[in-house]
């Protein structure tokens, strides 16, 4: 139990132009959804907490506007990146934590999703 | 902010040897410690932890410690096998939950057979 899926898991796009990346909770509810960067041979950056039904919190330094996050249902967040540029791209992980699980250590990755802005 | 540095960037053990990984934090608050295992290109996943109230926690061969005073934490894997190589991250996080963590830098580790 307890699986997380990213779709697509790699994704090639040119400049300019938008990327969605789903993050999905394939065998439970969750609330709350956290977005990671994570560059080559660098450490997971978090990017924004995503909450079902509310706007996202965004870390310090992240644009709101560029990396724009929609936490529609129990199951699903989404993150688009916008006017992508070359530096936007990296590995963009997430993370569920299960609906009123009340355990600190209570999160489940998805897979990650490869990006790539050319 | 919380701040967290982790060393060595790299560590190369042969099979059989013992690996030490070592991170500090900056927030005295943090009262989560989590460690991570990342294969290349593959989502984290969470091998052991520890919270403030505990000063040392082993799972097999894999063992934590943490001097809350000093604030620092380590991760001390015994008898190393090939594969253990992978990229580790420490973490902390302030009693919310560790989707909020803030990630040491990394650390590769490679066991040579």
């Known amino acids: 139990g307890a699986v997380v899926s990213q779709h697509p898991s790699w994704v090639i796009c040119k400049s300019g132009t938008s990327v969605k990346i789903e993050c999905r909770s394939l065998?439970?509810?969750?609330?709350?959804m956290f977005w990671y960067r994570q560059f080559p041979k660098q450490s997971l950056m978090l990017m924004a907490t995503?909450?079902?039904?509310?706007?996202?919190?965004?870390e310090q330094g992240v644009e709101k506007d560029k990396f724009l996050i929609n936490h529609a249902s129990l199951t699903l967040s989404t993150l688009t990146v916008t006017s992508a540029h070359p530096e936007d791209s990296s590995f963009y992980i997430c993370?569920?934590?299960?609906?009123?699980?009340?355990?600190?250590?209570?999160?489940?990755f998805g897979p990650g999703t490869r990006l790539t802005v050319t | 902010g919380e701040n967290v540095e982790q060393h060595p960037s790299t560590l190369s053990v042969q099979e059989g040897d013992s690996a030490v990984i070592k991170c500090t934090y900056s927030d005295s608050a943090s009262n989560y410690f989590p460690w991570y295992k990342q294969e290349l290109g593959k989502r984290p996943q969470l091998i052991i932890d520890?919270?403030?109230?505990?000063g040392e926690k082993k799972d097999q061969r894999i063992a934590v410690t943490l001097n809350k005073t000093a604030k620092h934490f380590s991760l001390h894997i015994t008898e190393t096998q090939p594969e253990d190589s992978a990229v580790y991250f420490c973490?902390?996080?302030?009693?919310?939950?560790?989707?909020?963590?803030?990630f040491g830098d990394g650390t590769t580790l490679t066991v040579k057979p």
């Open positions: 520890i919270r403030s109230n505990v």
């Open positions: 993370s569920a934590r299960p609906l009123g699980s009340g355990r600190i250590d209570e999160q489940y």
């Open positions: 995503s909450n079902e039904g509310s706007k996202a919190t965004y």
């Open positions: 973490a902390a996080s302030e009693n919310t939950n560790a989707g909020k963590s803030t």
């Open positions: 065998d439970f509810q969750a609330t709350t």
